[in-house]
């Protein structure tokens, strides 16, 4: 099976506490911890356990910057076989459907018979995915957390309210997002990263891509974001100060009063 | 300004909550509109819902077929795209169905797509401003939306109170002749319910629930020591399954269990709205937590800025000397 998965980078939120900078133009990106997006980690691993087990190849893409490439170099490090960058000027700004579309670009440069997302990353949207699958006119499943390869087809176990998963037959070519806990993403070590420290990661351009720029990035984007801000949400919780030992006293008062000891 | 449509999601002939939302939401982009549900399914149930809506929504447009037994998105989709106008605005609430459904939605209607809207301020022109959060609730951000050639607005679940003081006596309209070709790559199959597991967090008074502060599964030791002092049980939030460190059926939040306790103390849990989702009954909630910046201290009664490591055990051992 051809698998392609597409993985962003994104600001790490279990390194680093995000904070909006002086004139809420952007998030304070100093000192800022990335990595790869960790629904698309869980997304590669599946893809590189279905390869393991069917045979094929699982190739990584990403849209954005040669930072980016490091991104790619630690999915080949986990066992993707190629890497595929698209850059330039152009893409940035883009919104999601402007990402979509040069994924479908790219996807139609290959032949692929499954397209993994994350099912969701920093912005937390969740939509690249079932928009990439319009665009290509091929069937989606959202937040899938179980595949089982059945011939042409799969069965695909979606996560839905309570717990409960949704169990769906679908058939390939078809584009899932993945949710977390699906798998147990792989270590990757440092001498993985060095292995695939020079291999070549092919990088596409607009015109590679046979996209029409005005289509993509700020020019093309219909949803923007005007600002950052942290909002004001009521009187927020009534924080316990003092020596541990005070706090504890504290606390152990409102418990009892609240039923919290038995 | 374009028709503005509600698609209602149902279970066991019961409109969700959403249904009620959606109109408040609804109402802010357009104070004047005269909202249209959607309801699609089958049978006795279609019926029930659609009548019910009709309280909230002065139209009702009801599609009832075999096909749509079950909410399969695919299907859906397919539906909407053949009977919407294509400037269309459809509000979806934004949970697994509607995430399933909407980005592609928007696609094949060839209008925008916003996700995931926590509140709207209005519309000039043809911008629509809404408000979203990122970075988990971190950081919120203002988005402005071209609708002039339409556009599919995910609203999350909970955002805007229902006005349940207006009745609308709407119109049931059945809709199901107007259904085309409803085949699908995708076949719905059934529903896998979750596994009970050895507790049972949904009927306990107090909740010990830890998330990714806890750091490592060793760790759960901690928070189920000060639970034994306090006689409570030991939940957690969705990374902690994702790690396998405690059972599925421990887990609080939309895509696990649904608790109602007295009193839940929060323990190294950032507080993302899917967590937040699963927890009923306004309980005293206490946030434990080193980032004084994350969400939960935003919706906790009492807030902790401390390492839980650190922390726990010292509690643990105060309840234990009472």
Known sequence: MEILVCVKRVPDTAENEIEVNGDGSDIERDDLVYSVNEWDNYAVEEAIQIRDNVGGSVTVVTVGDDESEEVLRREMAMGADNGILLTDDAFEGSDGKGIATLLKAAVEKGKYDLILTGAQADDGAGQVGGMLAAMLDVPYASLVNKIDVDGDKLKVGREIEGGNQEMNEISLPCVLSIQTGINEPRYVGIRGIRKVASVDIPELGAGDLGVDASAVGEAGAKVKRLDYFVPELGEGAEMLDGSTEEIIAKLIEHLKAKGGLK | MADIYAYITHHNGVADDSALELIVAAQKIDAGAAVTAIVTGSGAELDQVADAVAATYPKVLKFGSDALAYPNAEV?????????????IVLVPHDTFGMDLAPGLSIKLDSTFVADVVDIEGVEGDALKVIRQEYSGMVSTHVSCDISAGAVVNVRPGSFAPDESKSAGGTVEDKSGDIGDLSAGRRFLEVVEAEVGDVDITKEDVLVSVGRGIED???????????????????????????????KSRQVGTSGQTVKPKVYMACGISGSFQHMGGIKGSPFIVAINKNVKAPIFQVADIGIEADILEFLPELAEAIGDL
Request: hydrophobic share 50%; net charge negative.
């Open chain 2, 76 to 88: 859906v989709r397919k539906l909407l795209v053949g009977v919407l106008p294509a400037d269309a």
């Open chain 2, 217 to 247: 599964e060793d760790n759960i030791e901690i928070a189920q020591e000060l639970a034994d002092a306090m006689g409570a049980v030991v939940s957690c939030s969705r990374p902690i399954v994702d790690a396998k460190w405690l059972e």
